[in-house]
């Protein structure tokens, strides 16, 4: 999705002009994907823009970092308060919030542990994720030949920017099969997550969604669940074949818009 861009960006303290915003092509993260990162949304009040869950999304930055053996140079206040500030510096009514910490320049090799950390924060206009449309008719998914990974392979708990190069392929593979979206399976063969959203299935008047220990990463909006559909909810593994009927099975993204989207159509084949 094309970006659209604002004034400043927060950048290790600092305000800085979008185009100012730059980093060195040595940089490490850009090489070895060792970063973190955080997808969050700031929704138009009679009172301004309010963030969704911010303190929450920030903290899991800081986890997220924990696991790759990051320490950010920045408390959990300090970017609670910069983000706060990079939305009213660029005036935004509502936005798509990306912070980001990641390895900068200096060090090369894979012991990241000299490499300094850096922190950024953008903010920017962005619509629902896969359009209007897919709120109104729904989208057709496929389940991915791509497996989740591990949570002994990578730290799936946490947000890193490496680790989405599993989202990614599945995501294309489904675009190129003629589908908008795809299921991911774990390696046991059970129902993970989409590339980027919550998997819900309504199952006897209950919301029914795969437990963390399926291997995807702790989700705010897992929280929110039942106020969002009016239902009972549980964590439960699901099989590959338990969304049989595709008007019981629900998507939520959770960084772009919280909105529910129905599955219209399914393709259990993973070719």
Same mark, same amino acid.
């Given at each position: ?10 950048? $290790? ?6 185009? $100012?915003?730059? !980093? ?5 993260? #850009?090489?070895?994907?060792? &970063? ?5 949304? =700031?929704?138009?009040t009679?009172?301004?823009?309010a ?9 899991r930055? #800081? ?7 990051m320490e950010?140079p920045?408390? #959990?206040?300090?970017? @609670?308060?910069a ?5 009213? @510096?660029?005036?935004?009514?509502? /936005?798509?919030?990306? +912070?980001? =910490?990641? #390895?900068?320049?200096?060090e090369?090799?894979?012991n ?6 850096? @922190?950024? !924060? ?8 896969? &359009?209007?449309?897919a709120?109104k008719?729904?989208?057709r998914m496929?389940?991915?030949?791509w497996r989740?990974? $591990? ?10 920017t ?13 675009l190129? =099969?003629?589908?908008?979206e ?13 590339? &980027?959203?919550?998997i819900? %299935?309504?199952?006897? &008047?209950t ?8 291997g995807? +990463?702790?989700r705010?909006?897992?929280? $929110? ?12 593994? =699901? ?12 998507r ?10 129905? %599955? @219209?159509?399914? /393709?259990?084949?993973?070719?």
């Amino acid at each position: 999705m094309p970006i659209d861009k604002t004034a400043k960006i927060w950048m $290790d303290g600092k305000l800085v002009d979008w185009d $100012d915003a730059r !980093i060195h092509v040595l940089t490490h993260t #850009l090489h070895y994907g060792s &970063g973190v990162f955080e997808g969050i949304r =700031a929704y138009p009040t009679a009172s301004g823009p309010a963030v969704f869950r911010l303190t929450d999304h920030m903290r899991r930055l #800081l986890q997220s970092a924990h696991f790759f053996m990051m320490e950010v140079p920045f408390t #959990l206040q300090e970017l @609670v308060d910069a983000t706060k500030e990079t939305i009213r @510096v660029n005036q935004v009514e509502s /936005c798509y919030i990306r +912070p980001i =910490a990641f #390895l900068g320049y200096g060090e090369m090799g894979l012991n990241p542990l000299l490499s300094p950390v850096n @922190v950024s !924060i953008a903010v920017w206009p962005w619509g629902t994720y896969l &359009g209007d449309e897919a709120l109104k008719h729904g989208v057709r998914m496929k389940v991915s030949s791509w497996r989740r990974m $591990d949570p002994n392979v990578n730290p799936v708990a946490a947000k890193g920017t490496g680790i989405y190069i599993n989202s990614s392929l599945a995501k294309v593979e489904a675009l190129h =099969a003629g589908y908008d979206e795809a299921i991911l399976l774990n390696t046991h063969g059970f129902v993970a997550e989409c590339t &980027g959203e919550n998997i819900f %299935v309504v199952k006897d &008047g209950t919301l029914v969604t795969p437990p963390l220990s399926s291997g995807v +990463p702790h989700r705010h909006r897992r929280r $929110d669940r039942p106020d969002a559909v009016g239902r009972r909810s549980r964590d439960r593994r =699901a099989r590959r074949d338990h969304p049989q009927d595709p008007g019981d099975l629900l998507r939520n993204r959770p960084r772009r818009g919280a909105a529910i989207q129905r %599955v @219209v159509g399914i /393709c259990p084949r993973m070719t």
